[in-house]
Each structure stands twice: as C-alpha cells, then as structure tokens.
C-alpha cells in the first residue's frame, strides 16, 4: 500500500516563495511517475507538473519558469519548488503517484483520474 503525505503550503503575498513536500511510503519498489495537480474552488483538477522516475519533467504553461518540480529517491520525497507566486496559484495542492508501468508516458500530462495514490492536499494560498 502507497501513501503520499504532502507538507508546505502557506498563505504568502504576491512575488512570494514556497516550497511543497510529498514524502511517498509503502511499497515503493519499481518506477513511479509522480506529479502535482491542483484545484482551486469550482474548478476541475489540474495537473502542474509531472516527473518520470528518470527525473524528466514536465510543467504546465501557466507555471514553466516559475514553478520547478524534482525528486530525491533517496528520500522517497517529491518537491515542488513555486516561486513568484500569483493569485491565480490559489489552490489546494495533491501529490500523486502511480507506477510506470500504467503511466506509460511519464512525463506527459495526463488527466488526474489516471493516478492511483494521492496525497490529502496541502492548501496554497496567495493574496
């Protein structure tokens, strides 16, 4: 059994930084593509970013420059590193995670319903 615990999130000013954190437990063996979404209130989720267990990425245009996703397998943890962060950015932010052998084309967006194992959410807020 996967689980994914997110930490990190805050209420920051316009221009500002956070750091998210999403340490993955279980059964951890094999190749995982892991990614963050989000979803702000009466919108669907969205993916931000996804990263291959090969560490190749890729992030949505709304935060390519501003936003940098990375793993540390050592440490079995996925970041999110946001800066410059914009109203827009208001949201509450989920880990997810599945193996690749389901994700076949990690890094590549795909619609959240795709991932097995989530996080509870870290909420962002930005004013």
């Known amino acids: 059994h996967v689980q994914l615990v997110e930490s990190g999130g805050g209420s920051v000013e316009a221009g500002g930084s956070l750091r998210l954190s999403c340490v993955f437990t279980g059964y951890t063996y094999g190749r995982y593509c892991m990614g963050w979404f989000r979803q702000a209130p009466g919108k669907a989720r969205e993916s931000v970013a996804i990263i291959s267990a090969g560490d190749k990425s890729d992030h949505a245009d709304s935060v390519k420059g501003r936003f940098t996703i990375s793993r540390d397998s050592a440490k079995n943890t996925l970041y999110l590193q946001m800066n410059n962060l914009q109203p827009d950015d208001t949201a509450m932010y989920y880990c997810?995670?599945?193996?690749?052998?389901?994700?076949?084309?990690?890094?590549?967006?795909?619609?959240?319903?795709?991932?097995?194992?989530w996080g509870q959410g870290t909420q962002v807020t930005v004013s």
């Open positions: 997810a995670a599945d193996h690749e052998g389901t994700i076949t084309r990690c890094p590549a967006p795909l619609s959240s319903r795709a991932y097995e194992y």
